[in-house]
């Protein structure tokens, strides 16, 4: 599982973050102004009326690469209704190493991961205009970023992620999104976030206290305020209450591994972080492992977060075990086995697995 630290170059790599944000939802998009485009007409403007998805990534940023499957399957569905745009930028170890940006893109599109990326490209090029006017003023500066522009020409919706990304242009496209409401969510987010950061590495534990009931507060008011968007802060509340009210982190998790809206990342996240723990009890194993059990489903497992792999299965497992409930530990350690042996996995990876699955397989004994 991912570490904190870890997650935040999950979310954005590279990510650096303004404390002076001047981009936000609801703003008119930015223009267009690209250096060249290498693939698809190029687009000049923001046509009224019609939708537009912006996505910037760079050669170098490796959790762009893994999310181009799933943009494109996106981009797949909605062809006929919203127009994606891929915008390549800030490719300065290119330029450092005194290479054509256009010829690097141009090469890379042809490799595997290239080639997985399947809608129209424009790249920025030396003088990062589109970076400059689109990802610098944001809160989180770094890739991978996108944006849903409305009908009106204005940002409807921003992340680093895309697991959201389909149910949030259905509401644009229905016209049932609130810019003004997904503006205030982003901005509450964001500030529960940034103390979130710098609570988790906080020392003093007075302080460390104070800070999390802070967090837990500014959840709970979020939640009162915009109770379809529990979503939002989820994450964040479970690890207030590890710290504060343990007895409440079960019924958190399974609210979280209930909502359709829960991100990927933070699922994996929250049930990693519970699992640091030492004092857990059934009924938290009971809850983790309905989390790990919605992780199964993202289909779009490159970016590491869920999906049926090697590493949930063996999770999902090793949950199941502390419950007690040795037929599922071994059905999915099981599952595991088979996944690795399709794959391939190196040797060693599958002896460890089998050695599990034969522990699990062997009756404990009555002092156990």
């Known amino acids: 599982m991912l570490s904190v630290s870890l997650m935040v170059l999950a ?3 590279q990510a650096q973050f303004n404390p002076s944000p001047t981009l936000k939802i609801g703003d008119p998009a930015p223009p267009i102004k690209v250096e060249t485009w290498v693939r698809g007409a190029p687009l000049k403007s923001f046509e009224k009326g019609k939708v537009y998805v912006l996505d910037f990534w760079a050669t170098w940023c490796g959790g762009c ?35 054509d940006i256009i010829s690097a893109v141009n090469t890379f599109l042809k490799t595997p991961n290239g080639k997985r990326l399947a809608i129209d490209v424009c790249v920025d090029g030396k003088a990062n205009i589109m970076y400059e006017n689109w990802v610098k003023p944001l809160r989180r500066q770094g890739f991978p970023t996108t944006f849903i522009i409305d009908q009106e020409g204005k940002l409807a919706w921003i992340d680093v992620n895309l697991d959201n990304l389909d149910w949030a242009l259905q509401q644009v496209l ?20 940034d103390k979130f950061f ?8 007075i302080t460390k206290k104070k800070n999390y009931q802070e967090i837990l507060s500014a959840c709970e008011s979020l939640e009162k305020q915009f109770p379809d968007r529990k979503d939002a802060v989820a994450f964040y509340k479970v690890m207030s209450l590890n710290e504060l009210d343990k007895k409440r982190v079960p019924a958190q998790l399974e ?7 829960s991100k990927y990342i933070n699922l994996d996240d929250a049930a990693g972080l519970t699992l640091r723990r030492t004092d857990l009890t059934k009924r938290d194993y009971a809850a983790i492992a309905k989390v790990q059990e919605r992780l199964l489903i993202n289909e779009h497992n490159g970016t590491g977060h869920g999906g049926k ?11 199941y075990d502390k419950l007690g409930d040795r037929s599922k530990a071994i059905g999915y350690i099981e599952q595991a086995i088979a996944i690795a042996t399709l794959e391939k996995a190196a040797p060693g990876q599958i002896k460890k697995l089998k050695a599990t699955l034969s522990r699990y397989k062997t009756p404990k004994s009555k002092n156990s």
């Open 11 to 13: 979310c954005s790599v």
């Open 65 to 99: 690469i893994a999310s181009f499957p799933h943009i494109s399957e996106i981009a797949n569905k909605y062809k006929d209704k919203v127009h994606f745009v891929s915008v390549d930028s800030y490719e300065m170890e290119v330029v450092k190493a005194g290479g």
């Open 174 to 193: 229905a016209k049932k999104w609130d810019n003004n409401k997904a503006a205030s969510i982003m901005q509450q987010r964001d500030a529960i976030e």
């Open 198 to 205: 710098k609570t988790f590495q906080e020392k003093d534990p």
């Open 255 to 261: 609210e979280m591994a209930a909502n359709p809206l």
């Open 309 to 319: 792999t090697v590493r949930c299965y063996e999770e999902l497992s090793t949950t």
